[in-house]
């Protein structure tokens, strides 16, 4: 029934009232979180963000999911962001829950995660005042945000809220920090949906210069030994930016490495693929770095661990560099072509180049240079050798992979050997499969991030491979993943020892094994059933496949402690302050004792 | 690629917003990444959108400037980076105010130095002159240099401002 003139009119009105109707500022950043998209929060209250968790008890839209400490929001954030490509959002009271949320903070920068982190502060006619659970979060995070921002004044509270989330996502991701006075949460302001609003000055440039590209495609045709060095940008960019990377690949017939943020980024079960690179990188990748004559870096960033000794990387090669970020470029490595814009548009604009222009690449010299890297292959540098019952971690994760690659699985880690077994033995054929710690190192970070990844995927297969010393730096989370129903798996190599520090010790402090080992471990099974999750075991080789099966059939929290050999180093290894073509391919490998006193102070 | 290791001193101006914590960011990132601030000075220049310029003299390999300029561009609050060194020519000037203490001919002498650098007195008693002097940092460097043996007690200075040369503005 259509409506009458005095309907109509009453009908405008209200809606008009509805429009002008103040909001509390609680109300108004819950109503932001939704207009933004955000469907969890993860958080944990306090004084000092009460307004805002009575604002979350009053409505149904936003999940929020409590965490046992403020580290582990973060962290889940994390998970749930990189595992979905959306900006994951924290929620933490003043003083010590905005320090507890300082490292995944950091992590989250070093890593490029885009996050909102929302902190509770004491009112504004007390800060300075020391007043109870205060502390100058802005000051504190101002280093590890990419933005951060205090509000003052309750007018700026919509636009702030919708401005962090788009600096949080847009250009190089990162994560904002918003801090609210507990006053502000409580005054009452009008609220106007902002969200497709864009920073006035902040607006990264996404197209590459066409002059550049056509100048990197023509290189790219010329080059005899050339290869792709690709990192966590191209992840960054989206699914299209890894497809359009694949087309690329495919269409040049060139070899293609990635980083360990990078991983997932092309297809790793590909024979294009030659492994990764850099510190624990496979032979192959390293030396094909240091031989090639061209290499395409594909947001990636010339990490201290991926370079080695910087005035012997790659001294041979023209360097081509693609990033959103300007400040990447030529800080460690000086390249000769930089192309500045979003990884996903270039690619893009580069196979359009060279589909247009109709070129090919040096047939003869790929070929040629293929039977080198195949060279190197066949040298098996990730060989490993399983014999007797005690269980090598790299067996140990080899049957991890073999045993869910048909699952849809995603995969986290700790920090630290097991670490690296798994980034040199798990393949991820797709992007946003794999969740670890690069750039900062967070041991403890594996666990919460497979939480946060289970909750925006509640039907995959979430294993975090972990080790025992990093799975310990987090473990109040087990109880978050029982109150939400994640039924993540703990995949833990458990030598006993922090493993990489241990190897360290061995390599460069004369096995003087100070502090590294862990005595007085719980005994993680029970451990397992006395925080409601399943607890199982492998001792021997033999029982490490019925246990991975078992953990993947039980539809709860599963810890699957894997007793494996405490000796194990892990190989290849540049050492610190060595350069590609110095590798240790395994413990008969002498260190070159000249380089290490100068590789010693460096970490 | 050869790196070239030789340390040049650029002036860079970088228009903000003039929000709460800019100046710390820009600071910040000086500090937590290690350059050099030879000066620094930041004022409002523009009211009505609320814009500062920072005028920061640094000094660096060619590699580090290039990184701080991009380090600069991505702080969000920041407008433009402009090196005006590299930039082509630009004009700088630093002002002091410089106290010197004294009397009899060490007092004369004073005013005659601050005549030829074309310091203005600007405060005077029997015994002390307040000297105010504006030019290149050399030139304010060797003033200041020469009114040590003749009583400077105190100075104050406000860092460079500059501003490219030309017709073009930022």
């Known amino acids: ?603 | 690629m050869v790196v070239d290791l030789t340390i040049e001193r650029h002036t860079i101006a970088v228009l903000v917003d003039n929000e709460a914590g800019v100046l710390a960011r820009v600071i910040g990132l000086f500090s937590g990444r290690g350059y050099n601030i030879e000066s620094l000075t930041v004022a409002e220049i523009d009211s009505d959108d609320a814009i500062s310029r920072i005028t920061v003299v640094t000094s660096g390999t060619p590699q580090i400037i290039e990184q701080i300029k991009a380090q600069l561009e991505r702080l969000v609050p920041v407008h433009r980076v402009i090196d005006l060194t590299a930039d082509g020519a630009n004009v700088e000037r630093e002002l002091a105010l410089v106290k010197v203490v004294g009397k009899g001919n060490k007092r004369v002498e004073a005013l005659r130095i601050a005549d030829i650098f074309r310091a203005r007195v600007i405060d005077s008693t029997n015994e002390s002159f307040v000297f105010e002097i504006s030019g290149a940092t050399e030139k304010l460097n060797a003033f200041t240099d020469l009114m040590v043996p003749l009583g400077l007690v105190d100075v104050s200075r406000t860092g460079v401002v500059a501003i490219a040369r030309g017709k073009s503005a930022l």
């Open chain 1, 1 to 603: 029934m259509p409506e009458c003139e005095c309907q109509i009119r009453r009908r405008c009105n209200r809606e008009r009232k509805m429009a002008d109707r103040k909001l509390t500022g609680s109300e108004i950043i819950v109503k932001a979180l939704v207009n933004e998209g955000v469907e969890t929060v993860f958080g944990y209250p306090g004084g000092a963000v009460l307004p805002i968790y009575d604002a979350i008890f009053q409505q149904n839209q936003l999940k929020h999911v409590l965490v046992r400490q403020e580290g582990g929001a973060v962290h889940m954030a994390e998970g749930y962001a990189r595992s979905t490509g959306k900006v994951g959002c924290v929620l933490v009271t003043s003083g010590p829950g905005a320090t507890n949320a300082v490292t995944g903070l950091t992590d989250a920068l070093m890593d490029s995660i885009p996050l909102v982190c929302l902190t509770g502060q004491v009112p504004t006619h007390l800060i300075g005042n020391d007043a109870f659970q205060e502390a100058d979060t802005t000051g504190i995070t101002r280093p590890c945000t990419k933005h951060n921002y205090l509000v003052k004044n309750i007018a700026d509270l919509p636009r702030i809220m919708h401005e962090a989330f788009y600096v949080a996502r847009s250009g190089r991701p990162g994560p904002v920090v918003i801090d609210l006075p507990k006053d502000i949460q409580m005054g009452t302001a009008t609220y106007k949906n902002l969200s497709q609003v864009e920073h006035k000055t902040y607006q990264p440039r996404l197209k590459g210069d066409i002059s550049e590209i056509e100048k990197a495609v023509a290189m790219i045709a010329a080059a005899k030994k050339p290869l792709f060095y690709c990192g966590g940008g191209v992840i960054n960019s989206g699914l299209k930016a890894s497809k359009q990377l694949d087309r690329l690949i495919k269409l040049t017939g060139a070899p293609v490495t990635l980083t360990l943020m990078g991983l997932g980024a092309y297809p790793g079960s590909d024979d294009q693929f030659i492994g990764m690179l850099g510190m624990h990188g496979t032979y192959e990748a390293n030396l094909a770095m240091h031989d090639a004559d061209l290499i395409v870096a594909v947001g990636s960033r010339f990490d201290d661990r991926v370079t080695g000794r910087l005035n012997a990387f790659s001294p041979n090669s023209k360097k081509i560099h693609i990033d959103i970020d300007p400040s990447s470029i030529n800080k460690n490595v000086m390249v000769d072509l930089p192309i500045v814009g979003d990884v996903g548009v270039i690619l893009d604009q580069m196979l359009r180049v060279w589909k247009a222009k109709k070129l090919t690449t040096n047939q003869r010299a790929i070929k040629a240079w293929w039977k080198r890297i195949n060279e190197w292959r066949q040298r098996e540098c990730l060989k490993y050798n399983q014999s007797g019952s005690v269980i090598k971690p790299q067996y140990a994760i080899e049957r991890l992979y073999e045993a869910t690659k048909g699952h849809d699985c995603y995969i986290t880690t700790e920090v630290g050997q097991h670490q690296m077994w798994a980034a040199q033995y798990y393949k991820f054929d797709e992007p946003k499969r794999w969740m670890t710690s690069g750039g900062l190192g967070t041991m403890g970070y594996g666990l919460p991030s497979a939480i946060g990844v289970q909750v925006a995927h509640p039907g995959a297969l979430v294993v975090d491979i972990s080790g025992e010393a990093s799975f310990l730096m987090n473990m109040q989370e087990m109880s978050t993943a029982v109150q939400y129903g994640a039924p993540v798996k703990v995949f833990i190599t458990n030598n006993q020892y922090m493993g990489m520090v241990r190897q360290w010790q061995e390599l460069m402090h004369g096995s003087r094994y100070s502090e590294s080992y862990t005595d007085a471990l719980p005994d993680l099974v029970k451990l397992a059933e006395s925080c409601h999750w399943v607890g199982l075991r492998a001792t021997k080789a033999d029982e490490v496949d019925d246990v991975i099966q078992e953990m993947i059939s039980i539809d709860r929290p599963v810890i699957a402690d894997i007793w494996v050999d405490q000796k194990e180093n892990c190989f290849p290894m540049i050492p610190s302050g060595a350069a590609h073509n110095e590798m240790l391919l395994g413990p008969d490998d002498d260190a070159d004792q000249s380089g290490a006193e100068d590789g010693m102070v460096l970490v």
